[in-house]
């Protein structure tokens, strides 16, 4: 930047070789004054960067554990290198068993499983059909084996990469496809110099197990990290913050002590927001969870799918949420008097209702799922918002002149309002084009002569 | 599904022990029927298989491209292998090429070359470190030596993992870490055994490279994808849904040949979804064309970012697009009288102005990033739009009694919209409660029995 800027300056400034000496004294001025700044900016940098390490630490702890478990696994499986004996049942295979540890090592014991589980059965059968592609090609002499194989490892390699495209096999199976072009492609190639194919196999996939089953003990039974449970508690927070938000709308906008001060900072109106960007975490966690066996609360085919389809309701409301809120900070900035004190007053109380009857719900439901207990029926807790709802739309639709105008006057907002993001958005690509450099189509020679006289 | 049935029915039913014979002879004949369609079924299954396969070949080809230029690395690197005087240099290393082929060629030309080069700098840096760890361990001993390397490995490894927790490291070198730790395990773990520490470090460097040189020019040179193209034909295709959606609005609610025709079916109305959901895309796109080289049209510091913006704004514009479509349903299901048909159709050519004029913009937009060619400025463009939006506030603000319940009117709509959905949302919970047993607080005995009697 510092650098730019100066380029810039010197273009524009015709003194700058004028007056050299000057500038030169102050050159070495500023740099030395730099160079002194240097241990204090560095200072600064650490010292920003522990504290945002400790943040991280601190916003869960769990992380702390699971690099130490990582560490914990990693020393256990060298073990099995540094100990004489062990090391000679599996001679250099031992280190497959530390590569498998790093690679399936994950934060969740579901995490952890699906990998370890796709590494385990992919190099299983991709051993086998690689010892019987070797078979094949071993009957082709010595100058057709090579060949041979190398049409075998282009054949399988392209089917195997394609049925990643297939979004069934990327979701649960993609690791294990990656495992099985590599184990394919290892055994087979290596068949062509390795005279004891079997048995070199056969140690991989007994290291791999023995790095598998080392992942899962540390994962299971040190301070295990179930995505499952991260899930359910997903699910709950999601329902409290819904709550939270109408649990604002009804003190501040629609209440009794409802203020007219500026809303806009107020924190219930951000709360939705972490809704709406909850979908890549969820659908993680609940495909972790499904490889995962039974544990505390959760049964081993616990419904997860349930908690994506609740999920993408949140999502809805937080996006229905969205709107509101947008339009109550609009309405908020224009004070009108007040017209109709009547009509208005009986929406506010029913609008404050519908919203301190819902947030009761969403909180409801938040507990039943945090206990596990059945939820209360939503017929009860919902119907008096229901009603309220309708009994509103009934009288609103009592003064139909009015309820005409509503609806196209609402549509109407909601169209202006897509105006002003379209605005925003044709600035954004302005933004790209000058940093793009795109072409000007227009400024021919003629342009630039009006421009300049304009 | 049929057992699960099959059960339930025997359960339920009390002749089935009594009619035994019957019920066997049933079971035989099913079982043979069931036999005798495996082969249909079979048949069936492989033929739908097969269409899906060539219906995700068929809508982008650039797939099956992918596939066999993987088969083709693959058959290249172990060329390596099967040459004789190739594999004499690099001994079983070879296999190190192979092995990073499989993990490191990627869909696109940056995707390849951000995980290529995290690999190759990531097993550098991590072969020094651990060269010189051995160097340390070696001073103490034999019977310290692998104590102090655990130590190293346990330290490290964890230091590593807890890294990938920073957002700024897990967003582009977390693929890097990985191997960090990889490496500096394998090579700190066999220093104990192998003699030639430095000749097997260089040698699974130098096959590394070659298996990454491998990768990048199969990506680069054969059929590119560019992660950068990607993300800016999206960019284009994202702002002609958007535009589509506003022309529809245009042509079937506002225009002169409006029908009152369901349309809750009509394509334009679900155009937008897709731009909802392009997030996942567009990030993990932008991320990988940062690594891309300049190509075609784009220069090497093509600013990316800029489209993650643009992005951002366009799914905010589907967000009320989505808005306004479930209002223009809603509404266009209550048909009401013309109570105020001279506001009405005043509002309703404000509204077909301000879709039409938006849809031009952004068609405009489009256009000038297809093209890579300045827009012409918004203000000309917008302003119409702009000003109708200001013309039609400012003409319902004369109406004062009608704004001001307009405007508790919409909040009343928005949020009994919410209490719609919150009511799913119940249902949802309720489906969970069912589908994972949870218990119920409220049945004691008594409640069971009241139950019953009522």
Known sequence: MEVDHQIRVSDGNGETTAGHGAVGGSIFARCWQRLRSVPVELWCRVAGFARKVGRIAREDPRRVAHSLKVGLALTLVSVLYYVTPLFKGFGVSTLWAVLTVVVVMEY??????????????????????????????????????????????????????????????????????????????????????????????????????????????????????????????????????????????????????????????????????????????????????????????????????????????????????????????????????????????????????????????LRELSTAIQTMTVPPPASITMSAAIKVAKGLRNELSEDEALLQAMHVAVTATLLSDLVTIIVKIAETVDNLAWHAHFKNPEKTQKDIVIDIQS
């Open 108 to 361: 969740t014991v579901g995490g952890t499983l699906s990998k370890g589980l796709n590494r385990a059965f992919a190099t299983l059968v991709a051993g086998f059909i690689a010892v019987g592609a070797h078979q094949i090609a071993n009957r082709c002499g010595a100058q057709g084996e090579p060949i041979l194989l190398g049409i075998f490892v282009f054949l399988l390699a392209s089917a195997a990469t394609f049925s990643r495209f297939i979004p069934e096999i990327k979701a649960k199976y993609d690791y294990g496809v990656t495992i099985f072009i590599l184990t394919f492609s290892l055994v087979a190639v290596s068949s062509y110099r390795v005279e004891e194919l079997i048995q070199l196999a056969h140690q991989r996939f007994s290291t791999i197990v023995i790095g598998v089953l080392t992942c899962l003990c540390t994962t299971i039974f040190v301070f295990p990290v179930w995505a499952g449970e991260d899930l359910h508690k997903l699910a709950t927070a999601n329902l409290d913050k819904l709550a939270q938000f109408l649990e604002g709308m009804e003190s501040e906008c629609f209440g009794e002590k409802a203020t007219s001060e500026n809303l806009e900072g107020k924190p219930f109106l951000q709360v939705y927001k972490s809704v709406l960007n909850s979908k890549a975490t969820e659908d993680s966690l609940s495909n972790f969870a499904k490889w995962e066996p039974g544990h505390g609360k959760f049964g081993f085919r616990h419904p997860w799918s349930q908690y994506q389809k609740l999920g993408a309701l949140c999502r809805q409301c937080a996006n229905s949420m969205e709107a509101l809120a947008s339009y109550v900070i609009t309405l908020q900035k224009s004070q009108y008097p007040e017209a109709n004190p009547e009509l208005t007053l009986k929406i506010r109380t029913a609008c404050g209702e519908m919203s301190s009857h819902s947030a009761k719900a």
